[in-house]
């Protein structure tokens, strides 16, 4: 025979002390997850800003009037008020009027973004 005194379920205190233990263990996981999403966002920011420079300064190449020398040049830009290092190489294809342009943007610590393109010697 069954005793009526049976306890079924978790008792208030019981409750109580397990919402605790998962609301402190919940905490740091919601704390890291937004953390990496904010840290995420402004990596993506640089990235994106990093292709406009290098697309912007691949274009200006191409408008340029002067044909760009083969080698190897470090310059400075600046967009969004940051300043921008750019590492630039030329280097001549198999078709005599186009060189092969590799753009490389630094950018914040460990930053790197690589772009080529193509410019062409413009006939007078």
């Known amino acids: 025979m069954l005793s009526k005194n049976k306890q079924q379920g978790l008792t208030?205190?019981?409750?109580?002390?397990a919402m605790l233990i998962?609301?402190?263990?919940?905490?740091?996981?919601?704390?890291?997850l937004f953390n990496s999403s904010a840290q995420s966002i402004s990596a993506n920011r640089d990235k994106t800003l990093a292709?406009?420079?290098?697309?912007?300064?691949?274009?200006?190449?191409?408008l340029?009037?002067?044909w760009p020398s083969v080698g190897r040049k470090d310059s400075e830009v600046e967009l969004a008020n940051r300043e921008w290092k750019i590492e630039h190489q030329v280097i001549e294809t198999s078709e005599p009027k186009m060189r092969r342009v590799t753009v490389k943007v630094l950018?914040?610590?460990d930053g790197t973004f690589t772009m080529t393109g193509f410019v062409g010697k413009k006939d007078k």
């Open 12 to 17: 208030l205190l019981e409750l109580l002390i």
């Open 22 to 32: 998962t609301g402190i263990l919940i905490v740091p996981l919601v704390y890291g």
């Open 51 to 62: 292709s406009y420079v290098a697309k912007n300064y691949i274009a200006e190449l191409q």
């Open 64 to 66: 340029d009037e002067n």
């Open 107 to 109: 950018y914040g610590q």
